[in-house]
């Protein structure tokens, strides 16, 4: 996933933006695009900051280049959680998430995911398997 999806993507149940980005695992590729900067129109991920906020032009020739392999993205509000698996959030409604997988996901990272998601998190988290 690219750090420049978080200016377009909001909580699929509650529709906050921006959701929480947690991530486990990135990769850098050689990229550019031809397009004038800021790439992102509200949000900079990459700089954790509101575009109308910066005092400066934001990296985007840099973060153009990364792409997040593993994360979560986390809705503060609702407490959902959404795995980022092998480049792509999957950002689907309760009923259609696999909860053996996305449990699995939660163990393996479990020691770089933020407590309140491994105890409280929807729909799924650990503390039901106790």
């Known amino acids: 996933m690219k750090y420049r ?25 050689e990229r550019s695009l031809d397009y004038p900067e800021p790439y992102c129109e ?7 900051s509101w575009i109308k906020d910066l005092k400066e032009k934001p990296p ?10 593993s994360g979560i993205l986390y809705c503060p509000t609702c407490k959902r959680w959404y795995p980022i ?7 689907l409604p309760d ?3 696999k909860k053996k997988e996305e449990l699995k996901f939660l163990r393996e990272h479990k020691d770089k995911v933020p407590k309140e998601i491994l105890e409280e998190g929807l729909p799924f988290n650990l503390k039901e398997e106790d």
Do not use: Q
Request: contains cysteine.
């Open 95 to 97: 009923e259609y998430r």
């Open 5 to 29: 999806l978080m200016d377009i993507i909001a909580c699929p149940y509650d529709k906050t933006f921006p959701l929480k980005l947690y991530v486990f695992e990135e990769k850098t590729y």
């Open 42 to 48: 509200e949000y900079c991920e990459y700089l954790k």
């Open 60 to 69: 985007c020739k840099e973060c153009i280049k990364k792409e997040i392999v």
């Open 85 to 91: 698996m092998e480049e792509i959030p999957v950002l």
